[in-house]
């Protein structure tokens, strides 16, 4: 059975935590607590949810601003106009709203004219006048993570958490909050924690799931976690965020060689072919599969669905992590036009924008993408030139340590294959120090040894990589 949070009764005028509502009417609060709940669990149709309590209530600002606050979080260009179109109905609305409303509408706005992080710094003043705002703390949060800002995830949960407990609506999120954020400052003991903590409230809270997942994945517990995700998949593989936690999945098994295992994960839940999925996923699914290439893994023609759903977006340039993606399948399915559009985009991008995104792609975006070419024609050692002095800020790329490892990987594998074999040594060892149970770290240590000729260093390598594959 799935524990059961405590809920408050709504008052007029507030929110289950206590948080004003520049509103009167109990269905319109219920039913926008009900949407952040489906947003927060990766549960159901939460715009579809908000939807409705606009329908009913149409002057519901606040229903306006959390359609347009969690909009933001597709970094889709394709629902731009919806996220806009609720910022006019918002803007329509400002003379009856309350400080806190206004300080979403200042947030959603400044991030409907890129800039993103200007929209952190309004929510953050959000939750600093009202700590128990639920919204706010989950925006902060999750845009966090979208821009890479490390320290930020953590830290904007740090700032209230004394303030919550088990009596407040929604607290199992927060901790879920908590616990990826001190994840990915590498405090595992304390996010493993908090997000076991977070399970035993609610199992099905994927994103808690996530966390310790994060945990274990960046620990090296391959094992622990392919049966942690296992014995849990009960709860998260029917929710919104499955597709990412089976990209988790996979990486266990990756990192054991059980390469097998890794294409039936993407064949059974990564493949969208017939299903309409959103960016997020084809992300995983790309992801996924440039790791199988860097492992000399054939994936036949799985690139060219791929591909497909990424041409659209060849020229959004919304978002730097969603194009260095979008350049994988472009590369790896020979899609030239498709590449040269998505380069002339970003160039031209970041020579006359001055938004967050433009930043994000200069410095790490654009050398990526033409990093991933140099890689697939084989210029190996013009891939190790581009992504060598960026390797250590990679994090403004945004993502998770995790999901940015792709760049550390090809960097490796590009020096191995430049027959660059004293940086690859270096590199290789830099991955077996942080995780030294991945039998891929010890190949790639042993590959560069056999390059300088040390055979029975090459030979040691080998051997515990096969240790960790038998067992």
């Excluded at 106009?81 to 806190?100: G, I």
Aim: proline residues 2%; negative net charge; hydrophobic residues 45%.
């Amino acid at each position: 059975m799935v524990a059961q949070h405590k809920k408050m009764a709504v008052r007029t005028g507030f929110d289950p935590r206590g948080v004003p509502v520049s509103c009167a009417e109990p269905g319109a609060i219920e039913g926008l607590e009900k949407a952040l709940e489906m947003a927060l669990a990766f549960r159901g149709d939460a715009i579809a949810q908000i939807d409705q309590v606009l329908r009913d209530y149409p002057d519901f600002i606040m229903g306006w601003l959390f359609k347009a606050g969690w909009l933001t979080q597709s970094m889709e260009t394709r629902i731009y106009p919806d996220m806009v179109a609720a910022v006019t109905q918002a803007e329509k609305l400002l003379a009856t709203a309350n400080a806190r409303e206004r300080g979403h509408y200042a947030a959603v706005e400044a991030w409907m004219h890129g800039d993103f992080y200007g929209a952190v710094q309004k929510w953050e003043a959000v939750l600093t006048a009202y700590p128990m705002d639920l919204f706010a703390l989950a925006l902060i949060h999750y845009t966090d993570v979208l821009l890479g800002d490390v320290v930020g995830q953590r830290d904007v949960v740090a700032r209230v958490f004394n303030l919550w407990d088990e009596n407040v609506p929604g607290f199992e999120f927060v901790l879920g909050f908590y616990a990826f954020g001190l994840e990915e400052n590498r405090d595992f003991a304390e996010a493993e924690e908090m997000g076991r903590r977070a399970l035993a409230i609610r199992p099905d809270n994927p994103y808690s799931v996530h966390a310790v997942s994060h945990v274990m994945e960046m620990q090296g517990r391959q094992v622990g976690g392919i049966r942690f995700m296992q014995d849990n998949l009960a709860y998260w593989g029917t929710s919104n965020f499955a597709n990412h936690l089976w990209w988790h999945t996979s990486l266990y098994h990756l990192d054991l060689e059980q390469n097998d295992m890794v294409m039936d994960i993407f064949d059974s839940h990564l493949n969208s072919v017939g299903k309409e999925g959103d960016r997020y996923e084809e992300l995983d699914a790309a992801a996924l599969l440039w790791r199988l290439n860097l492992v000399g893994i054939d994936v036949g023609d799985r690139w060219a669905h791929l591909a497909d759903k990424w041409a659209t977006s060849a020229q959004d340039t919304l978002y730097a992590f969603n194009d260095v993606h979008a350049m994988m399948t472009f590369v790896a399915d020979d899609r030239v036009e498709a590449q040269a559009a998505l380069l002339s985009a970003n160039e031209r991008h970041i020579e006359n924008a001055s938004d967050a995104n433009a930043s994000m792609s200069r410095e790490i975006g654009l050398p990526f993408c033409l990093a991933i070419q140099d890689f697939k024609s084989g210029n190996y050692s013009a891939c190790v030139d581009r992504l060598l002095p960026v390797r250590y800020m990679t994090q403004k790329l945004g993502g998770s340590f995790a999901q940015r490892d792709i760049i550390g990987w090809t960097l490796l594998e590009a020096a191995l294959r430049a027959k660059r074999f004293d940086l690859a040594l270096g590199l290789a060892n830099e991955r077996a120090a942080l995780k030294s149970t991945s039998a891929q770290n010890w190949r790639a240590v042993a590959r560069a040894y056999h390059g300088l000729g040390n055979h029975n260093k090459a030979d040691q390598a080998t051997a515990r990589a096969q240790a960790l594959i038998a067992g």
